[in-house]
């Protein structure tokens, strides 16, 4: 693919419905598996908001009754089942399988305040080069806001004139709402990574052909995560924070993440488990290398410098 400085995104405006009754033209993706209970609350939320948008549940192989359930409690509602778990990659068979200009995505346990399509809808349709718009997404029933709230609206990159909200290189997976065209042209999710801290590559990946990616407060999405332990979470977020710095970073940046998950591994069991899957990984992410652009390099270590990760 060319990069953003030979090609760069497209300049083509797609505008939003103007008749209220008529729906957003952004559709919703929700990756989901074996969580029917949640999804069913979920896409309730989805069906009640005004701008009536198009729903797509791509079905990661699940064994309980998500098909079944959406097949007889939400007919409405179109569902892509795929043979195979293919975690973040289904949101990108979903993104394919739409044909809305913007696609928001939920997850099975979350989903987006109403008015907050159309309000990204308007943020797409007024800035051509925006790319994906990162939410302000409120937890559980009190509408906690998320932490990394703050985060974000704090970074460092800050405005840019052909851009609603704060740039950043990062979001969280279920609060966002990306043009179809950009995310298409970035290649979406990358297969390697699976779950887990997978947005960053996918940040990198849409800047470095050129596209904005904005946190837009304004914008609102409700995240309700089940209470229970996660236990695999710390390894899995660690090993693909590390083969993201391989597949789109400078060598010696990613080989000092690697000594000092190494070090860390010594008395931390997730950081073992999470430098054994990142080394059993990294052939394919060598195979795969392609470092960022200077500019987005440059925007990665002003980042890096804020988060205190500099090495």
Known sequence: MNHATNRGPSTTREHSH?????????GVVIATRNRSASLAVTVRHLLALPERPEVLVVDNA??????AMLARDFPKVRLLALPFNRGALARTHGVRALDTPYVAFSDDDSWWAPGALATAARHFDEHPRLGLLAARTLVGPDDAADPLNDLLAASPLGPATDLPGTQ????????????????????G??????????ETLLAYDLAARGWGVTHCPDVVAHHHP????RTDRPAVVRRNELLTAW?????????????????????????????????????????????????????????????????
Do not use: I, K, M, N
Not at 62 to 67: N, Q
Not at 189 to 198: D, N, S, T, V
Not at 226 to 229: D, R
């Open 189 to 198: 999710y990358h297969p390697l990574l699976f779950f887990g801290a997978e």
């Open 62 to 67: 699940s064994t309980d009754d998500t098909r």
């Open 226 to 229: 089940h209470p229970g332990p």
């Open 18 to 26: 103007a008749d209220p009754t008529r729906p957003a033209p952004v």
């Open 168 to 187: 950043v290189l990062g979001y969280l997976g279920c609060a966002a709402v990306a043009r179809r065209t950009s995310y298409l042209d970035a290649g």
């Open 247 to 311: 597949l789109r970073r400078p060598l010696p940046y990613a080989l000092a993440r690697t000594r000092a998950l190494a070090a860390d591994a010594r008395h931390d069991p997730h950081a073992r488990r999470a430098l054994r899957e990142t080394l059993t990984r990294l052939p394919a992410a060598l195979r795969a290398r392609r470092p960022l652009p200077p500019h987005v390099e440059r925007a990665a270590r002003l980042l890096d410098t804020a988060s205190g990760a500099t090495s």
